[in-house]
């Protein structure tokens, strides 16, 4: 027995071996192939790959020793304290709030009065820009993080009244002379056009324009800029040929004394005169002779010793114009209500002149004329009923009143409306005018050309129909016409 059980001891040992030996060796051939793989592989993708990696491995082993583990522990936030500061700077008031922080806190929100003004906030400052000036309003700011949230005290502030801003000061730039940009133009620019038309801007919107033209031709003038303080000026009397100094004074509607004066001088050139050109006047003069018109025409002749013009004389004489139409609308074939007053400066001469009437569009051409004989004794009121021509066009036109006195043209100009006469109210401001019919009267005659064209395709169609249709005529339908009033059997 003891001899079978040995036996069996040994065996069983030398199985146990052998299985040892087994793994170990089969280990062993699976740690070599895979640091041949390795080593093979990593040459392959690159010569300089296990020298790196085997420096990042040792480096992670031999700082393991010094690994700290760190661990945050978040709360609840603090409470921020809030501040709430009222601040003018350069005329706009606003309200600073700034508020502690510490690192428990992500990001705040803030009210006002109880609502919210902003959210997402990750800075510790706000500024409130939407105030009313003189006002009180009350903030309060609540910060948050992952663990909760936490409210602020109560900051309460008065808005400032930081003042109005100084205006700045007026500008008046003549930007172009007649075709000729004046931006970096150096000397005195010319034309051959005698009525060159004049380019501005101011930064004052609606500002008045006061024209002074001295030289070979003296000119008072009154526009006005639009909107965009943007003018025009165009003298509706020829300059005379020669040298010429224009004055632009911007003046502030709503405050006189706000005012600026720009100069410019030009000069008006005569062009060339050939025999050729003068067989042509003969020809034009001729027949300029043959159609002439019995109207007054005004020839741009200056008195040999015309009044010397600048800003700083004092004017001869003031001449104001207002249109009366109401809304300064008016029609064609209606008339325009004018209002002139001419104001004398001084002792009036008894000078005879003609008081005249201009409507110009928007490029100062002409488009009307009329005039009324005046006698500058003293301040003048004449009142005028100028009737529109029928066939001028609806837009936006100016009317120029100008006056010649002691060799001085005079001239000042107001905007009007012209609209189409109205054919038809409709209530509430909506009309239906007579060039709206008329515009859509072709489409109007189309759609009912076209309407009738269907009308009459569908009725042939229809005609087509019953003129070819088989009716199938039975006795019940005889009968119930009473065709049939007996039936033979």
């Known amino acids: 027995m003891d001899g079978m059980k040995k036996e069996k001891t040994v065996t069983a040992n030398s ?19 895979l640091v041949f793989f390795y080593i093979l592989t990593g040459s392959f993708l690159d010569s300089g790959f296990l020298k790196r990696d085997l420096a990042e491995k040792y480096g992670r082993v031999a700082g393991a020793t010094s690994t700290v583990l760190s661990v945050k522990f978040v709360g609840p936030p603090n409470p921020p304290v809030l501040t709430a500061t009222p601040i003018c700077l350069n005329y706009v008031s606003y309200v600073n709030l700034s508020w502690t922080t510490d690192d428990q806190m992500d990001y705040f929100d803030i009210s006002r009065d109880g609502s919210p003004l902003v959210s997402g906030i990750t800075q510790d400052f706000y500024n409130d820009y939407a105030i009313d000036i003189l006002t009180d309003y009350v903030y309060e700011v609540t910060t948050f993080n992952i663990a909760g949230q936490a409210t602020s005290n109560f900051a309460s ?20 002379f ?39 031709t003296s000119v008072l003038a009154v526009t006005s800029t639009n909107d965009n303080g943007y003018w025009t000026w165009s003298p509706i009397t020829p300059f005379n040929y020669g040298e010429h100094t224009i004055w632009a004074t911007v003046i502030d509607p709503n405050d006189s004394a706000r005012r600026v004066t720009n100069s410019l001088n030009f000069k008006i050139e005569t062009a060339p005169v050939t025999d050729d050109d003068d067989d042509d006047d003969d020809d034009a003069a001729s027949d300029e002779n043959a159609d002439k018109k ?16 600048s800003p700083e004389k004092d004017p001869i004489a003031q001449l104001s114009m207002e249109i009366k139409n109401p809304e300064k609308i008016a029609y064609p074939g209606k008339n325009l209500s004018v209002e002139t007053k001419l104001e004398v400066m001084g002792d009036a001469t008894g000078e005879e002149s003609e008081l005249y009437y201009f409507i110009v569009d928007d490029k100062y051409r002409e488009v009307f004329r009329d005039f009324d004989k005046v006698t500058i004794d003293g301040d003048k009121l004449i009142v005028r009923e100028l009737e529109i021509p029928g066939l001028l066009k609806p837009g936006k036109y100016k009317l120029l009143t100008s006056v010649r006195y002691r060799g001085t043209i005079i001239t000042v100009e107001d905007d009007f409306t012209l609209k189409e006469i109205p ?44 003129r070819n249709a088989i009716i199938e005529i039975t006795e019940e339908m005889l009968s119930g016409q009473r065709l049939i009033t007996k039936r033979k059997i």
């Open 15 to 33: 199985r146990r071996s052998f299985w040892l030996s087994f793994g170990a060796k089969s280990t062993s051939v699976f740690l070599g192939a």
């Open 294 to 309: 019995e109207e007054p025409i005004w020839v741009p002749v200056v008195p040999p010793r015309p009044v010397e013009l």
């Open 178 to 216: 007649d075709t000729i940009n004046l931006a970096g133009f150096v000397g005195v620019p010319a034309t051959k056009n005698r009525s060159p038309v004049f380019y501005g801007t101011s930064n004052i919107e609606y500002a008045i324009i006061d024209v002074i033209v001295g030289g070979a």
């Open 157 to 176: 502030a008065t808005t400032l009244d930081c003042g109005t801003p100084p205006l700045p000061d007026p500008v008046c730039e003549v930007t172009r």
């Open 423 to 466: 054919l038809v109210s409709l209530g509430g401001g909506v009309t239906i005018t007579t060039g709206q019919v008329m515009r859509n009267l072709l489409w109007v005659i189309i759609w009912c050309s076209l309407t009738l064209l269907v009308f009459l395709g569908l009725l042939s169609i229809e005609y087509w129909i019953s």
